[in-house]
């Protein structure tokens, strides 16, 4: 149950504690005093929406903290401790939620920043807020089939998991189903590109960084007359050249001389020894590098024959990059982009001849150097190949698939209907006990010739609730038809349907705390009184706190606040009060007289309080 409220800066509230008891609490006042607030900040605290206009002018944030007392072995106690949050020894947990200005939530649990959504789901388990749009609400005939499903309990919700696996299952087989035939054309032309792409790529048989060693082929045959020239300037340099017949100053020759003069006196200085041996070490390395450059010279001859076959193999292989690799105009497969991350599931291993890297690079053989970062445009098209084929693989699949998900769609169908039929059924069941407890209920709420009824209509077939169209009738008098809530009901009708509803819910599937915020609209005498008697009743199985506008509720509260407004003329702030038993006759002569000190109206209200205890205690 809740054991303390404080709310700041939320709408006229500047700063309020609420000392929370068990029973029933009613919290009263002025209108406009900010009663409402109240609950709205209750319903902030168990993961309402955050309305960032209701945050005060003079404040930065709006604050809601509920300290409250669960049993520490439980579900609440489970579900806060998963969240990385703490209770104390005794079970208290302290949950709070703050709103800015701007509209940024947070919420804490135990200590612990959590989800707003967290909250929303301790709710369930903790408190159960009805505000003045609730009412509103049940009159809709989806919230009239939850309502109904929450009061049928275990058994029924067991079901309808089960029911909504089967009926998500059976949509998603429907669904594909539905695409391969309406789709049948398209797919059979995609699978048309894909295989012209393939064979276009099987023709040309592009290997792996292929299309970079081409380049670079291509640029060294365009350029073998400047090449041979450069090399053989370079060797004439280093051995001279031998068509000349003569010593020239090459730098072997000019090498040999100086190690020559060196050679004569290294006797007599071992430096000399040194820097000798390093020349005759660098006359080696010359000539090596010299036969190196033969070799080259040899190797390198304008070939135009070569030239054209290389920029032709580019030019086609341009064409496949051009249509199959990054951003090609053909370069998606099933409508997704190739990624070079890993290889595509079920494609067979790369050969020696495509192997390719994560960032597209062919790997290179052992022994070979490292190649550049560069990206290798290849490996996107034997990517795109691999990927065409599993889809090309897929989509001539098709007939098979047909078969085997009409089959499959047959099958779920028929245990969606089967389990659908269940559902209504318990759902019959459910109704016509949930129909008899709410209107003993209403007997209770001074509606005695009421009578609830629970219509459950077909669907034109099976929706993710099932099949029924649920609806709840109220026929208010002897003789009158069962018409829907919305045609049926005045507004003191309703207010009392909803709270003989939540009664019987009370006792189905309970809660440790209600709060209910102008129950009793549109509600006055006999009625109110019999509102007030049931509010009590409820008190006995949790706790209940009620806003109201009604002394005749008021009356049976065991705890009494009082919402009290003040202002400096500038800023206007509310408080929360609690009253004895003077004051709860003064504040009861001021809801029933207008006026506290009235000696009628607190004589009135004495009587009210006498009563409301006398029919409080009775069984």
């Known amino acids: ?59 930065q944030r709006a604050s809601v903290e509920g300290r409250l007392r669960t049993d520490p072995r439980g579900k609440v106690a489970q579900q806060v401790e998963e969240a990385g949050g703490d209770l104390d020894e005794d079970g208290t947990l302290v949950l709070t939620r703050t709103v800015s200005g701007e509209g940024r939530s947070r919420a804490f649990a135990g200590g612990r920043s959590v989800p707003v ?72 032309a995609e699978a048309e590109e894909l295989r012209a792409g393939l064979t276009d790529i099987e023709k040309l048989n592009p290997v792996a960084g292929e299309e970079a060693a081409l380049r670079a082929e291509e640029d060294k045959l365009s350029n073998a007359d400047e090449l041979n020239a450069a090399a053989t300037t370079a060797h004439e340099a280093l051995l001279g050249d031998p068509t000349a017949g003569t010593d020239g100053a090459d730098a072997v020759t000019l090498l040999g001389h100086a190690r020559r003069a060196l050679d004569a006196v290294r006797r007599h200085d071992t430096e000399i020894d040194g820097v000798a041996e390093r020349l005759s070490e660098a ?40 249509l199959y690799g990054p951003g090609g105009v053909n370069a998606r497969v099933n409508g997704a982009p190739v990624t070079l991350e890993a290889p595509p599931a079920g494609s067979a291993a790369p050969s020696e001849a495509d192997d390719w890297s994560a960032t597209g690079e062919a790997v290179p053989a052992a022994g070979d150097a490292a190649p550049t970062a560069e990206r290798d445009d290849i490996a996107y098209v034997l990517a795109w190949a691999r990927l065409a ?42 109704g016509e006990r949930f129909a008899a407890d709410v209107t003993a209920e209403l007997t209770a709420l001074a509606m005695p010739h009421a009578r609830i009824s629970v219509v459950l209509t077909p669907l034109s077939e099976p929706g993710p609730h099932g099949i029924d169209d649920v609806e709840i009738r109220l026929a208010s008098n002897p003789g009158a038809p069962a018409l829907p809530l919305h045609k049926g009901a005045s507004g003191g009708e309703l207010s009392r349907v909803m709270l003989a ?28 009184v019999e509102i007030g008697r049931r509010l009590a009743m409820l008190a006995r199985l949790a706790q209940v706190i009620v806003v109201t506008h009604l002394p005749q509720v008021a009356a049976f509260a065991d705890n009494h606040l009082v919402v009290a407004k003040s202002s400096d003329g500038l800023i206007t702030s509310t408080s929360v009060l609690r009253l004895d038993h003077e004051g709860r006759v003064r504040e009861l002569s001021r809801m029933l007289a207008g006026l506290e000190e009235s000696e009628f109206g607190q004589a009135h209200a004495a009587e009210l309080l006498a009563m409301a205890a006398d029919q409080a205690s009775r069984p």
């Open 389 to 430: 084929a599993v889809r090309v693989s897929e989509l001539d699949n098709d007939d098979e698939t047909i078969a085997e998900l009409t089959a499959a769609e047959a099958e779920l169908s028929a245990q969606v209907t089967e389990m659908a039929g269940r559902l209504s059924r318990l759902r019959a069941e459910a």
């Open 283 to 322: 006359a080696y390395l010359i000539s090596e590098v010299a036969g190196e450059l033969a070799t080259y010279i040899q190797s390198i001859d304008a070939d135009p024959a070569r030239l054209a076959a290389v920029q032709e193999r580019r030019a086609v292989l341009g064409r496949i990059i051009r």
């Open 1 to 59: 149950m809740l054991e303390e409220v404080r709310i700041t800066g939320l709408g006229v509230i500047n700063d309020a504690l609420l000392e929370l008891s068990p029973g029933f609490t009613a919290l009263t006042g002025e209108t406009g005093a900010g009663k409402t607030m109240v609950v709205t900040g209750l319903g902030l605290l168990f993961g309402g929406r955050a309305d960032p206009s209701r945050v005060r002018p003079d404040a």
């Open 501 to 528: 509803i939540e009664v019987v819910f009370a006792g189905a599937d309970p809660v440790p705390t209600f709060v209910f915020d102008e129950v009793d609209a549109g509600v006055g005498g006999k009625a109110a």
């Open 117 to 188: 959504s967290l909250l929303t789901y301790l709710a369930d388990d903790l408190v159960a807020v009805h505000g003045q749009s609730d009412q509103q609400q049940l009159l809709k005939p989806g919230r009239q089939r939850e309502s109904l499903d929450k009061y049928a309990g275990g058994v029924l919700a067991e079901v309808l998991a089960d029911y909504q696996r089967a009926y998500g299952r059976h949509r998603a087989v429907r669904d594909e189903l539905t695409t391969l035939t309406t789709e049948a054309r398209a797919r059979a």
